[in-house]
């Protein structure tokens, strides 16, 4: 959708939380810290600074915008009606 994220993984199941906010991580569109790390001071400290930095916010919408597809929604509920179909 290309909106900047902070992720945190759960730490359960065999780390494809992880995987899949990878590629957004390593293109500048997100950040990621573990559930271990993760505190209030942290998330605040982390969230001041985005809300502070507009261009740094509006670089990170674009390369979150650059990957994934942007109409996921509307392919998904396609192919859950060809489904049901039949």
């Given amino acids: 959708m290309g909106i900047p994220a902070i992720f945190v ?3 359960i199941g065999n780390g494809e939380q992880n995987r899949n906010a990878a590629p957004i ?3 500048g569109g997100g950040l990621q810290r573990s559930d271990a790390e993760l505190t209030p ?3 605040t400290d982390a969230i001041v600074e985005l809300v502070q930095d507009g261009t740094r916010l509006a ?4 390369a979150a915008a650059a990957l994934g597809e942007r109409d996921a929604d509307e392919q998904m509920a396609a192919w859950i009606i060809r489904v049901a179909r039949g």
């Fill in 59 to 62: 670089d990170m919408a674009a």
């Fill in 9 to 11: 993984p759960l730490p």
């Fill in 25 to 27: 991580v390593q293109a």
């Fill in 41 to 43: 001071e942290w998330l």
